[in-house]
Each structure stands twice: as structure tokens, then as C-alpha cells.
């Protein structure tokens, strides 16, 4: 027989076995989440699971394709709880949301510099890997500007699975709620299906091709809920796809932890961890303040000022009791405001914190 061929089949089967091993250790961990009454539970099992099996040098990675299918399809998730109101929210409370996107972006950068300052982490490096939103862009201008995109990506995805299990943590006990899937329909209508699966696939399109930020997430999610919000559709998914989309968002974070990132950053992580829940410690201070100057609950202001990982956290809040259009609206405008600023302040830190040493 082919040598080659040999090969290849053998690595076959041991991907096989891997992605098998991988959904069975998902389904556990998604399972005790769900007994524990954490929402999203599928999410942060098959990102936990993911992040054991990458760490201990899993040769699997969920294709581009697949990814982008999933945040397509929690786009429409989020559009069927999204109505008018998010424009309402962005036209009356438009000043509030800029200070409390301002206040998360110069914490980060306040994060980036000091990391910078003290060398835990080389060059611009730590001044990407701070900013708070848009992971897969960060990365890849973060590469474009010289700084290691290996170690830039590890502290975006540090910073998204901390966020995705401390929102999930803090909304078991804000307004408690279970592992099920938010927003399925157990015997959805066909045609309804096939809509959203077109609105999916359009707005992902779009979204990409206009090279929106987080486009496969946000075109369809425009669109969908520019027609659940005129009546014009509804959106509708059976629980078993979107428990794929889940677990396919939570096992691309979870698979970006490699060995080989891990051991050039295992220096560094103890610091990497303190500055990130540092971050969510102030951002959570600052959701404190917000609900006196707004009438929201604790549990929106929370979500809506999580800094990063909105596909994780907008599914969070559409499985609790959280304005779903206010969380939406902070957290996109926060997404933009970092993709325009991001090489601006992360020039500014590496100057800063050179001319500071």
C-alpha cells in the first residue's frame, strides 16, 4: 500500500477519534453547566472541553467556513429577540453608551501600557492583545504592524473564554436560568427554516464582503432584525443546529489554546489573567454605576459592558431576562469603536511605554 496514503488515512481516523472524543467531553461538561443552572451551558462545555484537548496538542481546528456558519446562525438567534427599540436606545441614551464603550477602551488601553511597561509580554504585543473586542481582527492587524499574532491571539482569547464563563457565572445568580438552548424552536416550520437559513447566508455574505467587523455575525443580524422588527419574518432555528453553532463557536476559542502558544506565554499568563479579570472587575464596577444613571437592571448593564466576545455574550443575554437591544447596542458600537482605534492606541502605548523606560 501507498505510504502516503497510509498516512493519510491514519491521520483520518485520529481525527475521527479526536472530534469524537472532543463532543463527548463537550456533552459532559455542557451537561454539568446545565445542572448547575449556568446559562449557555453548551457553550462554555464545548469551549472548556476544547481548551483541554488544544492545550494537550488536539491536531483539529473547526474549518473558517464553519465558524463563520455559527456566528451567522446566532445572528439570527439575537435578531428574533431584537426589535425597534435599539435604535430608540442608541438615539436617547447615545451619550451614556459612548462613556461606557470610552470608559471599557481606555481601561484596556490603561491594561495594554502597563503590561507594555513592564515587559511581561514582547513589543506591541500586549497592546493588541488588550483591546477589549474583535479577536480575529485584532490578530490580524496585529500581524500586519509587527506585533507576534501567536501570543496577540492567545490574550484575545484569554480575555473571550474569561468573559464568556465569568457572564455566565454572574447571570446564573442575577436572574438565574438554565443550560437549554435560548431562542429554538423544537418543531419549527420549515419555511420559516429556510428563511432564516437565507437570511443566514445572505447576511453573512454581505457582511463579509463589505469587510464589516464581525461580519458573518452582524450582517445577518441586521438584516433579520430589520425583518423580525417590521413583521415582515420571523426568525426561526430547530435546537439542534443552533446547539451546533454553540458548540462550534465555543470550540474555535477553545482549540486556539496550542502548546506551542501556551509554553510562549506560560511566563506570562498570571499577569495575562490578573489584567483581564481586572478589566471584568472594573467594567462590572463601572455596570454597577450605570443602573442609577439608567433604567436598567444590574444583569444588562453587566453584559453590556463585558469587554469582548460579542457572539458569546449576546447569546448569554438572550438567554436570560437582559435587554437584549441595549446589550446589542453597546457591545457593536464597542466592536467599531476598537477596530477604528485599535493600531491608534496601540501605537500610542508602544511609544508611551518605550519613552516611559
Known amino acids: 500500500m501507498n505510504p502516503a496514503a497510509t498516512n493519510r488515512r491514519r491521520s483520518l481516523v485520529r481525527a475521527a477519534a479526536l472530534w469524537a472524543g472532543l463532543v463527548l467531553a463537550s456533552a459532559a461538561l455542557a451537561g454539568l453547566f446545565h445542572i448547575a443552572g449556568l446559562p449557555a451551558a453548551l457553550l462554555l462545555g464545548s469551549m472548556l472541553a476544547?481548551?483541554?484537548?488544544g492545550v494537550r496538542g488536539a491536531p483539529i481546528r473547526v474549518p473558517k467556513l464553519g465558524f463563520q456558519g455559527a456566528q451567522a446562525l446566532i445572528g439570527c438567534l439575537v435578531a428574533h429577540s431584537v426589535n425597534a427599540s435599539i435604535a430608540a436606545t442608541l438615539m436617547q441614551d447615545?451619550?451614556?453608551?459612548l462613556a461606557v464603550v470610552g470608559v471599557t477602551v481606555v481601561a484596556a488601553a490603561i491594561t495594554g501600557w502597563v503590561l507594555t511597561r513592564i515587559r511581561l509580554l514582547p513589543g506591541t504585543t500586549a497592546a493588541w492583545g488588550s483591546s477589549p473586542g474583535g479577536a480575529s481582527a485584532m490578530v490580524a492587524m496585529a500581524e500586519e504592524f509587527?506585533?507576534?499574532p501567536r501570543l496577540v491571539a492567545f490574550m484575545q482569547y484569554v480575555r473571550v473564554a474569561c468573559v464568556a464563563l465569568t457572564a455566565s457565572v454572574v447571570a446564573r445568580f442575577l436572574a438565574g436560568g438554565s443550560g437549554a438552548v435560548p431562542g429554538a424552536d423544537m418543531d419549527p416550520a420549515p419555511l420559516a427554516v429556510l428563511g432564516t437559513l437565507a437570511v443566514a447566508g445572505i447576511?453573512?455574505?454581505?457582511?463579509l464582503r463589505l469587510r464589516i467587523p464581525a461580519g458573518a455575525l452582524i450582517g445577518p443580524l441586521a438584516i433579520g432584525a430589520t425583518l423580525?422588527?417590521?413583521g415582515l419574518a420571523g426568525m426561526a432555528l430547530p435546537s439542534w443546529l443552533l446547539a451546533l453553532a454553540y458548540a462550534g463557536i465555543g470550540w474555535t476559542v477553545g482549540l486556539r489554546f496550542t502548546p506551542a502558544t501556551v509554553r510562549a506565554t506560560l511566563f506570562a499568563l498570571p499577569g495575562v489573567l490578573v489584567a483581564t479579570f481586572g478589566l471584568i472587575a472594573l467594567c462590572g464596577l463601572w455596570a454597577w454605576g450605570l443602573t442609577f444613571l439608567l433604567p436598567i437592571d444590574l444583569l444588562t448593564a453587566y453584559l453590556a459592558t463585558s469587554p469582548g466576545g460579542l457572539d458569546s455574550v449576546a447569546i448569554i443575554a438572550v438567554g436570560t431576562h437582559s435587554d437584549v437591544s441595549f446589550v446589542l447596542a453597546v457591545q457593536t458600537l464597542r466592536l467599531l469603536v476598537v477596530i477604528i482605534t485599535?493600531?491608534?492606541?496601540?501605537?500610542w502605548i508602544s511609544r508611551s511605554a518605550g519613552a516611559a523606560r
Open 203 to 207: 447576511g453573512a455574505w454581505l457582511g
Open 342 to 347: 485599535g493600531p491608534l492606541v496601540a501605537k
Open 146 to 148: 509587527g506585533a507576534d
Open 228 to 230: 423580525h422588527a417590521t
Open 50 to 53: 476544547a481548551i483541554v484537548f
Open 94 to 97: 447615545g451619550l451614556l453608551i
